[in-house]
């Protein structure tokens, strides 16, 4: 199965913009590129997916490589409601493959 | 519309025995999947159910098993339980079984003896 890479952690000041980057290298033409996060105690949420475009919603925008090999989820102005683990997956045919361990963001007042 | 239910939110339990949990997805989503979460693997995919059968299965031991009812509720089973066991176990529902966002619940936490 296709894997995804992300740091460990990243920190960021309030109010300032995140950028939290991720590497598929393997993925293949249909897998979609989904954005989870989990908040400490409680189950992921959903941020945000796409193919091949950008995507904006109302908490984030999805950057997305012309070659699929990389993409960036971007908060633009991180509050310290944002401070938990961001996940990274590829999806084929809607089947949620391995979240792995995420990156753990930290938001600093 | 209530979110994804799982009970019970914590159990305790010896090696050997076996444990059920339970899984009710958000009314009209036809697809469950479970997770196991621990600190030193992350997330990992147990398996899927839609329409009461199995679609996907990850790699895990068949000491774990699953299954859905035709309301979509869901159990997973663990039998002969291991120290390893040990772990946050999340449900996740949607309506179908393309690419569309997974609702979780808050997880069971099982806590093995």
């Known amino acids: 199965d296709a894997k995804t890479t992300q740091p460990n952690s990243m920190e960021s000041n309030e109010e300032e913009p995140v950028h939290l980057p991720c590497n598929h290298s393997?993925?293949?033409?249909?897998?979609?590129i989904h954005w989870y996060r989990q908040l400490p105690s409680q189950g992921p949420e959903y941020v945000i997916h796409?193919?091949?475009s950008n995507v904006n919603n109302r908490m984030a925008s999805l950057a997305i490589a012309e070659d699929r090999k990389s993409s960036t989820l971007i908060l633009h102005r991180a509050t310290l409601r944002d401070a938990a683990v961001y996940y990274c997956?590829?999806?084929?045919?809607?089947?949620?493959?391995?979240f792995g361990k995420g990156t753990s963001l930290l938001v600093t007042p | 519309k209530a979110g994804v239910t799982q009970t019970p939110r914590y159990l305790i339990k010896t090696r050997g025995q076996q444990v059920t949990l339970s899984c009710s997805p958000i009314s009209g989503h036809r697809s469950v999947s479970w997770y196991q979460q621990t600190p030193g693997q992350g997330l990992q995919f147990l398996f899927e159910y839609f329409s009461e059968t199995q679609r996907n299965k990850g790699n895990f031991p068949g000491r774990f098993s699953g299954r859905q009812f035709s309301n979509s509720r869901s159990e997973m089973n663990v039998s002969t339980l291991e120290l390893g066991d040990s772990a946050l176990y999340l449900c996740?529902?949607?309506?179908?079984?393309?690419?569309?966002?997974?609702?979780f619940g808050s997880g069971t936490q099982l806590s093995v003896l």
């Open positions: 996740a529902s949607k309506v179908q079984s393309t690419n569309e966002k997974l609702f």
């Open positions: 393997t993925i293949s033409g249909t897998d979609y």
């Open positions: 796409g193919l091949t």
């Open positions: 997956i590829l999806t084929y045919s809607g089947y949620a493959l391995n």
